[in-house]
């Protein structure tokens, strides 16, 4: 059974950081891309960041440059480093494994609040 969790998510201050983690289970990690997608009140959800099974990155133009992707194929998780959060940063973060159609699993969110 696949299960994709993410943690780390809270109530920060404006110009504050936040480390977002996504642990994945029940897939081989290693061959997946993982993403950060989120979406805010009233809002369609939105490609954050990207790190393929290769280590290549690519970020939101609004994010890059503050927001950092990563992963740990030994421990199965990725994560979100997101610093100097705005306001405008305040959404639901998802977790997504995506190695093709069939196998495309996602996370249930992480509340994300920003404070001015």
């Known amino acids: 059974q696949v299960q994709i969790v993410e943690s780390g998510g809270g109530l920060v201050q404006s110009g504050g950081s936040?480390?977002?983690?996504?642990?994945?289970?029940?897939?081989?990690?290693?061959?997946?891309?993982?993403?950060?997608?989120?979406?805010a009140l009233g809002k369609q959800r939105e490609l954050v960041a990207l790190i393929t099974s290769g280590d290549i990155t690519n970020y939101a133009d609004s994010v890059k440059g503050r927001f950092t992707i990563s992963r740990d194929n030994g421990k199965n998780t990725a994560y979100l480093q997101m610093n100097n959060l705005k306001p405008g940063n305040t959404a639901v973060y998802y977790c997504n494994a995506f190695f093709n159609r069939r196998y495309d699993h996602w996370g249930r969110g992480t509340q994300v609040t920003v404070s001015s």
């Open 18 to 39: 936040l480390r977002l983690s996504c642990a994945a289970s029940g897939i081989i990690f290693s061959t997946y891309a993982m993403g950060w997608y989120r979406q």
